[in-house]
């Protein structure tokens, strides 16, 4: 038992001896054949890396080769610019020096003709100094005294246009004078005025209060003028309790006027804008008026079948006047009695009243056309295919010979209307002629737009389109119109023409 004990642990150790042993060889094989491996794959590693140094030698030598081939391409390649370069500039320079010569020769060339142009202005000076002493001789004047003369002649003439002036200015501060003393004395004693001037010049607005006198005037008299300006109507602002005084010869400015100053005063806002608003709105209610008492006329009359355009200048004889008579009133007592007496005495009535109501057509349009009112009227009636014997008998209402009965029937009807008491007064139809004299004047100059007579025929005022007319020429026409008014038209004192150009620019705002 005790063997056991003892033999049992020196089996164990001897197994443990052989094992480490035997691990010991094996190890030691297994090393041995690593390492061969390891050093076969070293050698094939550097076999490998020689043939790869040789390999990357070969390309250094190619690429260096390359290199140097490039380089010397480009060296060749800049010479030979460089040699281009040297060429362009001695090019350049033979081009500078052929260049500069040229300049001598032109210098030499311009210097030659100085030298004989001085020496042609020397001979001009002496033939205009000769020339100058043959004019002397021949005039017995020398050039000094001759200025003398012409300058003495000028201001002869410049005086003696101041002393015009000088004298016009003085009658026109008279004249002012004289308004003005004779306006504070009509303060002290009963306004008068002559019905026949007053029913047919005059028209009078009323005011709400005196305050509004001021408003119409505006600061430094700019809405008084505005107004005057585009209607071509005298605005009177005097002592008369809330009122003011239109004035004009024309009764379609006058009543333009009318309509434009009330819509003022009812709107408040006056100013030369609002002015000029109210005035265009006013002239178009005054066309409307026009076609309305036109329409009342014809169906007044019985005549029918008549172009609208002669109905509109049958409306414009209402606010025209003849004699101190109104035209349209005169026209229908003129169509009624030739209607009658043609009943009478069986004549062609339609034809008889159409002539009558016709005839004096022309008046509407006698300030605007020239020529007498009948033919006028005849040539319009025409026009606007009223019938051929309606226009004979317009043609010839104041001939005595007549072509048809019913003009015999209208010339008298003409007459008799005329000739009925009071009907018609020759002193306002001669002044009225005068102012439209008076303005047809203007009006025949061109660039003129339009043209107003006001102060009773002591003023007129020209309107010039501002593209056709400038300043200057603005000056002249005035100058133009005074000596054709001296020439032409017999008047009393003087009259002051007023030329007006004014140019404006306008853009909205969108």
Known sequence: MDNLYVVAPLAVLGGLVIGVIAGFWGRRVVSAKHIGEAESESKR??????????????????????????????????????????????????????????????????????????????????????????????????????????????????????????????????????????????????????????????????????????????????????????????????????????????????????????KLIADGRIHPARIEEMVNRSEKEVEDSIWKSGQEAVFDAGVRGLNPEVVKLLGRLKYRYSFGENVLQHSLEVCHIAGMIASEIGANVKLAKAGGLLHDLGKALTHEVEGPHAEIGAEVAARHNVAANVCACISEHHDDVMSSTEGFIVAAADAISAARPGARKDTVENYMKRLEALEQVARDFDGVERCFAIQAGREVRVMVQPEAIDDASASKMARDIVKKIEANLQYPGQIKVMVIRESRSVEYAR
């Open 45 to 262: 590693l550097v076999d490998v890396a020689r043939e790869e140094s040789r390999g990357l030698v070969v390309e250094a030598r190619e690429e260096a080769l390359t290199l140097r081939t490039e380089g010397e391409t480009e060296i060749r390649e800049r010479r030979a610019e460089l040699n281009r370069s040297e060429s362009r500039l001695s090019n350049r320079e033979e081009n500078l020096d052929r260049r500069s010569s040229n300049m001598e020769k032109r210098e030499r060339s311009l210097t030659q003709k100085e030298n004989r142009a001085e020496e042609t202005q020397e001979e001009i000076e002496a033939l205009k100094s000769e020339a100058t002493a043959k004019v002397e001789e021949a005039a017995e004047l020398s050039m000094d005294e001759a200025k003398d003369i012409l300058m003495r002649r000028a201001e002869d003439e410049i005086q003696h246009e101041i002393s015009l002036r000088y004298r016009d200015m003085e009658q026109e501060a008279e004249e002012r004078a004289h308004e003005m003393s004779a306006r504070v004395i009509a303060t002290s004693i009963q306004r008068m005025a002559a019905d026949v001037v007053s029913e047919i010049t005059l028209t009078t607005v009323p005011l709400p209060s005196d305050d509004m006198k001021g408003r119409l005037i505006g600061r430094e008299g700019r809405n008084i003028r505005a107004i005057e300006k585009n209607t071509g109507v005298d605005l009177i602002i005097d002592d008369t309790p809330e009122a003011v005084t239109l004035s004009c010869f024309d009764p379609v400015r006058r009543e333009v006027a009318r309509v434009a100053v009330t």
